[in-house]
């Protein structure tokens, strides 16, 4: 057969980036970047050849799995998910409804079918014990985004295409490529900023890879971020630096004001004694800040999973919004995607109309925070969760305490797992649904588009064919929806859903169709390289969806938090402030099983500052302990100017030394699991997030 040429977005990390993908009777030949891709220009990062890796991969299961007497088995889709689907309904009809839990890990945004077909399934389970890993990695943007703009999904973006004055708190985008902001080729962009006389400050407790792109990098005390944003804020209200724009008349005033007398405590001495940043180098940054004619904050999973992660967000808003540099060019913008997730307008905010079984931590958007789940299988009483699926997802390595998790899925009824590897979560389960995945699906990036710095649309065919006999995601998540349904019409008589089925492009057709653009899929499968649909443009107030269709700056929940924070003590010194970080060649656990990805040096190590590694004369590669309230584990050292003195950083993602799991290349390299150390019980007080970055910790040698 000739040589095919594909063209395909990737779907391995949020930036989206366009492949040319070369085929010969249906293996792949080669991948590189596609030059003519309207959004990424040719660029993309060593993930994008693990797509291959990712398709060949003899661990990858491509047959349903059933455990009997222990030991795995594989089995027919027909009866394996007769067994999970008539499992679930017997467990509700035994202990009630929400006795059946759902976890949707990460990759469910980075895969079509199960963005646009899971919630159905999901919504015929009919359980409100819902988790996912939004609640350990991005809530407080969502938050935010619902209380102050009227949706939880219009999330704005920076305009990094047109800002002077770039400043990331809590990110490292050369590694990230964004994350929750679509910008493929980060390094491209810093350089356009650079040359046109930007800057980009770079403020975190660690010298990252982006530190190294930007003009200035500062030291931040782990956690501390709320003290620096709030400072900030009382700079711009001391210094007359407000300017609301075309915003003014949508703004309530009374709140600006009741925002200024919020503030007016955190001035630089306080800020200074709580982030350990000098009051010279704060006032400078307040300045240089206040004078840039585009300025735009952005903040990431360093802020977004601290003690004040959620109130973090909400001072970004703000901040952006005082000074001039929101729904601006250059500034925090809305995006304007073919398929827009965030028009629906809801009555009140999704947030605390129900609360988790132990600890009554509240919802959000219809889940619960994830580090309540193994408490709520774990404790005994009315409304335990007795069955868990898990789709996507692999929360015993990114969830605080997986130890804990290990053992309350060891404990349950009865558990499915719809995943392509037998993992340290999925090893648990009774049954495993193995969907076709990565070049063997077709793509359109719904979520990501929703969050990109450009406005763009591709879809893609699928670059090989499935294997024989396998099921796209969708067509699992319909046939067990459609399973549960009939089985529970059987046993109790409840009728089930009269809605119409449809195939995942008829489905994505109509989102198109009715979208902003008015695209038709037939026309976008026209344009393989993608359609361009215009830069940013101001969108404001006219897309506000708030239940009085103002923007709403101070929303009570935030003004009942900053006052917690003004009352806040001093909090004790700790030893040790532990942080994670991310390696480019992987996205967490998902790529670890591939050799390309992994290879080279151990890259799961604990980074220590000199100073501190001469207190503890540990040397570069020595085997040290770090301890947790929660665990201990035993990790090499890597001595490094890097990090901030009296923090450590260990890589999310590994651990892979589980019994029970089919994973070569990532057992070998098991590494240590920074969720182990996390504590489940830290949570930011006002969302319930899971507080995963200033852990407290101790170095034992």
């Given at each position: 057969m000739p040589i095919e040429t594909k063209y395909r977005t990737c779907n391995l990390c949020e930036a989206i980036c366009g492949l040319e993908i070369k085929v010969e009777d249906n293996k792949v030949i080669s991948i590189r970047g596609d030059e003519e891709d309207t959004f990424s220009r040719g660029h993309i990062c060593p993930k994008a050849v693990g797509l291959k890796d990712l398709h060949e991969d003899p661990d990858r299961l491509k047959n349903p799995l059933i455990k009997r007497n222990g030991q795995w088995h594989e089995t027919t889709w027909e009866e394996a998910i007769a067994y999970a689907a008539r499992s679930i309904v017997d467990v509700q009809i035994t202990h009630g409804k929400d006795a059946v839990a759902v976890y949707q890990g990460n990759p469910s945004v980075h895969n079509l079918g199960t963005s646009l077909f899971s919630p159905d399934f999901v919504r015929s389970i009919k359980t409100k014990n819902r988790y996912s890993a939004t609640s350990v990695d991005q809530l407080g943007h969502h938050l935010a985004a619902e209380t102050m703009f009227g949706n939880g999904l219009f999330v704005p973006v920076p305009d990094i295409n047109r800002t002077d004055f770039w400043v990331i708190i809590g990110g490292n985008p050369m590694v990230s490529n964004g994350s929750m902001m679509t910008a493929p080729d980060i390094r491209g962009r810093i350089r356009d900023i650079q040359e046109r006389e930007g800057r980009i400050v770079v403020i975190d407790p660690r010298f990252t890879e982006t530190s190294e792109k930007a003009d200035e990098h500062i030291f931040i005390k782990p956690g501390t971020d709320i003290w620096l944003l709030m400072g900030l804020m009382n700079f711009v209200y001391q210094n007359d630096n407000i300017q609301l724009g075309h915003l003014a008349d949508a703004i309530d005033e009374y709140k600006i004001e009741a925002i200024g007398q919020a503030v007016d405590?955190?001035?630089?001495?306080?800020?200074?004694?709580?982030?350990?940043?000098?009051?010279?180098?704060?006032?400078?940054?307040?300045?240089?800040?206040?004078?840039?004619?585009?300025?735009?904050?952005?903040?990431?999973?360093?802020?977004?999973?601290?003690?004040?992660?959620?109130?973090?967000?909400?001072?970004?808003?703000?901040?952006?919004?005082?000074?001039?540099?929101?729904?601006?060019?250059?500034?925090?913008?809305?995006?304007?995607?073919?398929?827009?997730?965030?028009?629906?307008?809801?009555?009140?905010?999704?947030?605390?109309?129900?609360?988790?079984?132990?600890?009554?931590?509240?919802?959000?958007?219809?889940?619960?925070?994830?580090?309540?789940?193994?408490?709520?299988?774990?404790?005994?009483?009315?409304?335990?969760?007795?069955?868990?699926?898990?789709?996507?997802?692999?929360?015993?390595?990114?969830?605080?305490?997986?130890?804990?998790l290990d053992?309350?899925?060891?404990?349950?009824?009865?558990?499915?797992?719809?995943?392509?590897?037998?993992?340290?979560?999925?090893?648990?389960?009774?049954?495993?649904?193995?969907?076709a995945t990565g070049l063997e699906t077709p793509h359109y990036p719904i979520g990501f588009h929703n969050l990109a710095i450009h406005n763009t649309a591709n879809y893609s065919d699928a670059a090989v064919d499935k294997s024989e006999g396998a099921l796209y995601d969708w067509e699992?998540?319909?046939?067990?929806?459609?399973?549960?349904?009939?089985?529970?019409?059987?046993?109790?008589?409840?009728?089930?859903?009269?809605?119409?089925?449809?195939?995942?492009?008829?489905?994505?057709?109509?989102?198109?169709?009715?979208?902003?653009?008015?695209?038709?899929?037939?026309?976008?499968?026209?344009?393989?390289?993608?359609?361009?649909?215009?830069?940013?443009?101001?969108?404001?107030?006219?897309?506000?969806?708030?239940?009085?269709?103002?923007?709403?700056?101070?929303?009570?929940?935030?003004?009942?938090?900053?006052?917690?924070?003004?009352?806040?003590?001093?909090?004790?010194?700790?030893?040790?402030?532990?942080?994670?970080?991310?390696?480019?060649?992987?996205?967490?656990?998902?790529?670890?099983?591939?050799?390309?990805?992994?290879?080279?040096?151990?890259?799961?190590?604990?980074?220590?500052?000199?100073?501190?590694?001469?207190?503890?004369?540990?040397?570069?590669?020595?085997?040290?302990?770090?301890?947790?309230?929660?665990?201990?584990?035993?990790?090499?050292?890597?001595?490094?100017?890097?990090?901030?003195?009296?923090?450590?950083?260990?890589?999310?993602?590994?651990?892979?030394?589980?019994?029970?799991?089919?994973?070569?290349?990532?057992?070998?390299?098991?590494?240590?699991?920074?969720?182990?150390?996390?504590?489940?019980?830290?949570?930011?007080?006002?969302?319930?997030?899971?507080?995963?970055?200033?852990?407290?910790?101790?170095?034992?040698?």
């Open positions: 405590s955190f001035d630089l001495d306080i800020v200074a004694s709580r982030t350990k940043i000098s009051k010279e180098k704060l006032s400078q940054f307040y300045t240089d800040y206040c004078n840039a004619n585009r300025a735009v904050l952005y903040g990431r999973l360093g802020i977004s999973a601290n003690k004040f992660g959620g109130l973090c967000h909400w001072a970004i808003n703000t901040l952006n919004i005082l000074t001039g540099n929101f729904d601006t060019e250059g500034g925090a913008m809305f995006t304007n995607p073919a398929v827009n997730v965030s028009s629906k307008k809801s009555p009140v905010p999704r947030f605390g109309r129900w609360h988790s079984r132990v600890r009554n931590l509240p919802e959000y958007g219809g889940e619960l925070p994830s580090s309540t789940l193994a408490e709520d299988i774990l404790e005994p009483g009315e409304g335990q969760i007795r069955a868990l699926i898990t789709s996507c997802g692999n929360p015993v390595l990114s969830v605080p305490n997986g130890r804990k053992d309350a899925f060891e404990s349950l009824d009865f558990m499915v797992s719809i995943d392509i590897y037998l993992n340290e979560t999925t090893r648990h389960a009774d049954v495993i649904l193995p969907p699992i998540f319909s046939r067990l929806k459609k399973e549960v349904e009939e089985y529970r019409l059987e046993k109790t008589g409840e009728e089930k859903s009269d809605k119409p089925t449809f195939t995942l492009e008829q489905k994505l057709g109509f989102l198109l169709e009715f979208g902003p653009h008015k695209l038709s899929l037939e026309e976008l499968k026209k344009h393989p390289h993608g359609l361009d649909l215009g830069a940013l443009e101001p969108q404001l107030p006219k897309r506000l969806i708030t239940p009085d269709g103002k923007l709403n700056i101070y929303p009570d929940i935030y003004q009942k938090a900053v006052e917690r924070l003004v009352n806040s003590q001093v909090e004790e010194d700790h030893e040790f402030l532990l942080i994670g970080r991310r390696n480019l060649r992987s996205n967490n656990s998902w790529m670890h099983n591939l050799h390309r990805m992994t290879k080279g040096p151990n890259t799961c190590t604990a980074l220590v500052h000199p100073e501190d590694a001469e207190t503890y004369n540990i040397n570069d590669g020595d085997h040290i302990k770090i301890r947790s309230r929660i665990n201990v584990v035993e990790i090499p050292a890597e001595v490094s100017d890097e990090i901030m003195k009296g923090t450590i950083s260990i890589p999310h993602g590994w651990g892979h030394n589980r019994e029970g799991i089919r994973l070569q290349t990532a057992s070998a390299k098991a590494g240590v699991s920074f969720n182990d150390l996390a504590d489940d019980q830290l949570v930011d007080e006002l969302s319930g997030v899971s507080v995963i970055n200033a852990i407290p910790v101790s170095i034992e040698v």
